[in-house]
């Protein structure tokens, strides 16, 4: 009787192939794995620059308020890990960083003149209301969020409104990995 080679026998293709299968699913739940992941990673990155956009948003502020603002994230974030851009209604910058992204249409933000609430008076916030009272804060009317990568580091932005301001928020997506 002839011997057959060692890898034409059945038991080792049978090894063979449920390594192979057992290698590939390995495999393919890694990948999905690190997309799970990466998704959890770039949500809880969302959630952190609305969560900061909606507290700066709900202050009221003029242009001193915004450059602490700035540094209070460059504090936090890293000093060439965050850019900020501030527009007031009509599109007036307020303040935009000196790191600011170039490429980055600021004309398709968000118009707080389109906000479907009215503005509220700035000059009730100067104090307390006539009863000590402050009227309530009011959240970002809108926000949407988007990357942007110009050669450099790649960037998660925030961009949310009120009926005043325009305030968008970008950081290094590298503080999140």
């Keep these: 009787m002839t011997r057959l080679p060692l890898w034409r026998s059945f038991r080792v293709r049978m090894v063979l192939l449920a390594s192979a299968m057992s290698a590939l699913l390995l495999v393919g739940f890694g990948f999905y794995a690190i997309a799970i992941v990466s998704r959890i990673s770039l949500d809880r990155m969302d959630v952190d620059l609305l969560d900061t956009a909606r507290r700066h948003l709900m202050a009221p502020g003029g242009p001193r308020y915004w450059d602490e603002v700035e540094k209070e994230l460059a504090a936090v974030y890293g000093p060439d890990r965050v850019t900020i851009h501030v527009t007031r209604v009509g599109k007036e910058v307020v303040l935009k960083s000196a790191n600011w992204p170039q490429g980055i249409d600021v004309s398709r933000f968000p118009d707080p003149a389109d906000s479907p609430r009215p503005p509220r008076d700035d000059s009730l916030f100067e104090g307390p209301g006539p009863r000590g009272v402050r009227p309530p804060l009011r959240p970002p009317d809108a926000y949407e969020y988007f990357s942007f990568n110009n050669n450099g580091p790649r960037f998660r ?14 950081v290094d997506e590298a503080r999140f990995r």
């Design 157 to 170: 932005f925030c961009v949310a409104c009120n009926p005043h301001t325009t305030l968008a928020i970008g």
